[in-house]
């Protein structure tokens, strides 16, 4: 073993067999109820709630765990008017002219537009930022390694994490999403990955009436 390797036991918790099967049924049905949901409500949210989400979707693997990711927090009212009417204006370009027929087709069933009002209305946004590379003090680059993989598993366990704490959230991905580095001010060897509003849902929240893939489609076993 590399003498530099430091090493801890493990102390994950274990479960009898029946126990087990148990609770991954119940966390599938729990996590079953899970839906991206746009008409959100202003009411408050602690602050130690949006830090709890964060951290536990720091605890997600990365590639030599480099912790390629940035997650910037907004709650300001100006900088999220800021990002709202810069996304709108991708938005706009994107349903008018960027979009295949065939995209704005599949979109029907959400009832989407380039408004984007949830923006400015959920009181947290969470710009999710993928390292490239880690920018040293002296303005040495050091290596990140599958850095997409690592960041879109830390999306998945703060998806996770936002629905175990009973609010709700939406993957937006306005594109191209440059304009989020400038307004907020990161550094160069950060992009944006993803834009997730965070709060509760408005009294009466719609949201469409989908169904997910059956097992037989999504597995298979050899």
Known sequence: MNEKSAFIPYTGTQYTPEETLARS???YQFMDQRRSVREFSDRPV???VIENIVRTASTAPSGAHKQPWTFVVVSDPQIKAEIRQAAEKEEFESYNSRMSQEWLED????GTDWHKPFLEVAPYLIVVFRKAYDLLPDGTHRKNYYVQESVGIAC???LAAIHQAGLIALTHT???MNFLQKILQRPENERPFLLVPVGYPAEGAMVPDLQRKSLDEIMVVY
């Open 174 to 176: 306005p594109s191209p």
């Open 46 to 48: 602690s602050f130690e």
């Open 25 to 27: 049924a119940r966390f």
């Open 156 to 158: 998945g366990m703060l």
């Open 107 to 110: 979109l029907q069933p959400f």
